[in-house]
């Protein structure tokens, strides 16, 4: 297997945008729950890291943001093209390593169910870090460290490199990502410079009900993601600055 753990995303191409277009955990928990997090974006500049096939980006065009994005998967980067249709810079780069933007320079960062795949989480939230302006936002989300050791077991503390399974209708694609405690992934946020605003365990939204019944039922009882709101100490909020 690949240690760019990216190259999952590269051989399922098409068939990953449908998925995670319409899916339970996609669409009806992840989406709604992140950007409820995010607030409002109107005239705001985000970064969407790891934007996967751009269905983020295209939520937060729809939003009034100037929109930049960057995934490590080539197939990713031209779908997230495709979606974006000019409005919007996409770049293809790799979390955990240098970012291609200067100091300050988003006002909000959304990073969706990504950050178990950087090998080095540390410094993918130190240039996230970097690149946000003081006083701005991140919001991370991922898979909670509770439910995968119930899935995998063996030592909740161990941080280990774990192997998914994903049945796709091009088969099954196994999927490598990253396991670790709470109390690890949230060091890694704020060993950066992050202070941690909000803890959020998305419950499904409504809409999940009638059309995934079984994933409503299940995530209305167990843990599936977990977002962290984080923000970047410093700065003076825009409505402060605009009086001035
Ligand atoms: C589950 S998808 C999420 C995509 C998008 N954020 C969304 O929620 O629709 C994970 C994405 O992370 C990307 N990815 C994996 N490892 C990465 C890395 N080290 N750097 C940048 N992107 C990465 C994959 O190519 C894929 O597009």
Sequence with gaps: ?????????????????????????????????????????????????????GLYTRELLSRGAQVTAFDASAAMVELATAEADGRAQIDRAVLGEPLPYSDDAFDRIVCALAIHYAADRHA??????????????????????????????????????????????????????????????????????????????????????????DDYEKLTTEPGFLILRLVRPGGRSRSRRACR
């Excluded at 509770?146 to 063996?154: E, F, I, Y």
């Excluded at 605003?197 to 019944?213: G, H, K, L, N, T």
């Design 1 to 53: 297997m690949s240690d760019q753990l990216w190259s999952a995303y590269d051989e399922m191409g098409e068939i990953y945008r449908q998925h995670a277009a319409g899916s339970a955990y996609n669409a009806h928990s992840d989406r709604p729950a992140v950007l409820a997090a995010l607030g409002p974006l109107a005239g705001l500049h985000v970064l969407d890291a790891a934007c996967g096939p």
């Design 124 to 213: 993918a939230f130190a240039e996230f870090y970097r690149v946000l302006r003081p006083g701005g936002a991140a919001v991370i989300s991922t898979q909670h460290p509770v439910t995968d050791w119930l899935r995998k077991g063996g030592s909740y503390f161990e941080t280990k490199l774990e192997t998914d399974y994903w049945r796709t209708a091009g088969g099954e694609q196994p999927v490598q990502f990253w396991r670790e405690p709470l109390s690890a992934f949230c060091a890694a946020a704020t060993s950066a410079g992050f202070l941690i605003e909000q803890v959020i365990e998305p419950q499904p939204a409504p809409s999940m009900r009638d059309r995934f019944p």
